[in-house]
């Protein structure tokens, strides 16, 4: 949905629309304008106060002083505050019938929830009597009206909990994205389709999915009525359930499902802010969908309770940039990878913390079978095979047997291999004060104790022993761990009898890129789980030296950070939420799942998706480990049924798809029709596939105001972003992958047989590219296709 469908409550226009959306985005400017004026005019009150305030300590008397001290105090932290939420901070409008009661509350909102009684004439249409823009800080102006209702506040709570069942005065939800002091875009939800609603004296304008709801809720007819209300009740029955266990949401392509995710995160953290205040996760499968999410839903307040991820981007300090071919995908995804990672975890002991130096060429048969069990420990160069200290003028050695029956007996513990290092220590301490004899010299318990705390003092505090525990049990990294999988020999001795030769092969090669694939992300978090991480002390904050020369360092607040950035921080720092939203639920791999449930183990969840439209080859086996990061929580099952993004047209030849990709399943019920056919094109009219799609994104464009997806092969990416360059950016070449979630305008599917056999659940994928226009659709077939007389491919054919 990030590319969405930019469309005025009058369809019946082609052209209408951009010219309503740009006007649109200009009325928020102006307000937004508005408001920063205003937070500037307050910047200079609260200077001016704090340079008075200042002032009066010259007078000299306690009282004045104390006078001074409370007036910056004060004055500081209003300076602080405006300064802290000056960027971005302006999120949401809400556009309001006239209510029943007509008392203004403290922030200058009405406080009325229900509408007045004659609000909507009997002609279904109304005025709007009242709109309301949220942030994160209330602004008034001058005369002490509202410019900017704080999030926090009664009067903005209908823009959490309004929705199209229940919604109040709410006639129009709209949600503001902008950058700086610029607005970006906007996006609406109708929350009163049926009604024809006005803003001074104009029709009020929808953009977004908000206009196709309008045009569907005004139709004549009560059929089509009947289906917005349907749409409604079956989305609202998800938004508001109850957050105590698992909410599971199915529904096929244009369902809404992630519209409701986000709603339903904002309902929750508005109905139970203490609750949540642990933080809500969402989880996206890609970038370009975290992108629309954030637009969608910004963080809300100054704790950045809502965090949006992508799921190559869960762990901190990594970005997925790579792609991995589907096979290796299969294997880095597969549970079994977690097999492998528990032998790499105590085998890369031996090879450092940064991975090591490779291991020499093995002259037996790599593929020579072991038990499972039996602990890998490689040779590996420099790694210290003897141990030698003096302790009470004697010397000591361990040999390398003796250190790797310690090193064995060590590991036998269940704690992260980082955390095992002390009961190394202690073990080691062990063998050698075993070696050394005094344990005989005493029989009087005390002195026997009290010799032995001197020896292990005696010996900890030698550098040789303190380099020898440095290089011989080091702290791993899950970065060097994985650098140590990338050389296929070590791999195989660690992946045998798990991986076959072709899965080390190519998963080694696949480690040896620079960069990390989103599979690579799951790998790291689940060694990051393994190794574990020694606790650091935090650095102290330091505070502002002014403050230090001005004795205030008490009263005065010190600004180390902005809103936005300690709402970012926090964030980062949070390893487990509250409540944990995943979109796209069916891509999820089995070790992507165990790295979500990490976050969440504690939480109430919503898992929004669709099994038909799945790309990972093994369902069942992502199935268990879904259930096994839900753990034993009960469940509620939801079904969304109404596919209210695709035309019929199109809805009925992706259906044709599904009957193949998944026999037995229902497609939704498209709830529109345009008349327009998908069109079928070869290479034969225009003599290659790059001018036939580039042909087909030029006619698209001059027929839609918004945008064209160009869907290829995933290995087509840069060859699709060629074929159109200079076509302006309303045209978007993307990946089969990448298409998930997303909508268009129009969309250019190419090859479908290449798409399809990409993966063993590429006719799942290519469903999913048929499925994301929300008007036209281009099918180009390639060499793959063979395209009948009217140029429908084989695939697509009755």
Partial sequence: MAAQVQQSADLSHPHASDSVREREIRVEQEHLDRVYLRLEEKIHEAEFLLRDASQRGQVGTPGALAERDAQVFRAGIHLNRLNNEFEDFLFGRIDLLLGKDGKKGPDGAYTAVEPAEGAVREDRTADIAETLHIGRIGVLDEDYSPLVIDWRAPAAAPFYRSTPRDPGRVVRRRVIRSKGRRVLGVEDDLMRPELTASLDGRELSVIGDGALMAALGRARGHTMRDIVSSIQAEQDLVIRAPAASVTLVEGGPGTGKTAVALHRAAYLLY???????GGILIVSPTPLLVAYTEGVLPSLGEEGQVAVRAIGSLVDGAEATLYDTPAVARAKGS????????????????????????????????????DSDEQVTPAAQGTPTRLRVVAFGRRLELEAAELEHVRRTALGGTAPVNLLRPRARKLLLDALWAKSGAATRHSDPELAAELRLSFDEDVTSEDSFIGFLAAWWPELTPRGVLAAMADERRLGRWARRILNPGEVRRVARSLQRDGHTVHDIALLDELHAMLGAPARPRKKRELDPLDHLTGLEELMPVREETQRERAERLAQERVEYAHVIVDEAQDLTPMQW???????????????????????????????????????????????????????????????????????????????????????VTTRAHGSVERAVRAEAERLLGLVDGTVGVVVAMNRRSEARRWLAGLGDRVVALGSLEAKGLEYDATVVVSPAEIADESPAGLRVLYVALTRATQQLTVVSGERDEPDAAGVPDLLRD
């Avoid at 109905?271 to 205040?277: G, I």
């Avoid at 977690?338 to 037996?364: F, I, K, N, T």
């Avoid at 199109?650 to 044709?656: F, G, H, N, S, V």
Wanted: proline letters at 8%; zero cysteines.
């Fill in 335 to 370: 549970s079994r990878m977690l097999r492998v990672l528990r032998r790499a975890a105590r085998g890369a002991l031996e090879l450092g913390a940064g991975g090591g130096a490779p291991v020499p060429a093995d002259s037996g048969d790599p593929d020579d079978s072991y």
């Fill in 271 to 277: 109905q139970d802010r203490r609750r949540y205040a």
């Fill in 594 to 680: 165990r790295m979500v449930g990490r976050r969440g183990r504690h939480a109430t969840w919503t898992v929004v998706g669709d099994p038909a439209q799945s790309s990972w080859s093994d369902p069942d086996e992502a199935g268990e480990a879904r259930d096994e990061a839900l753990g034993s929580r009960p469940r509620r099952r939801f079904q969304l049924t109404v596919n209210y993004r695709n035309p019929a047209e199109i809805a009925e030849l992706a259906a044709r798809l599904l009957a193949l990709a998944m026999p037995g399943a229902e497609a939704p019920t498209a709830v529109r029709s345009t008349g327009v056919e998908p069109r079928f």
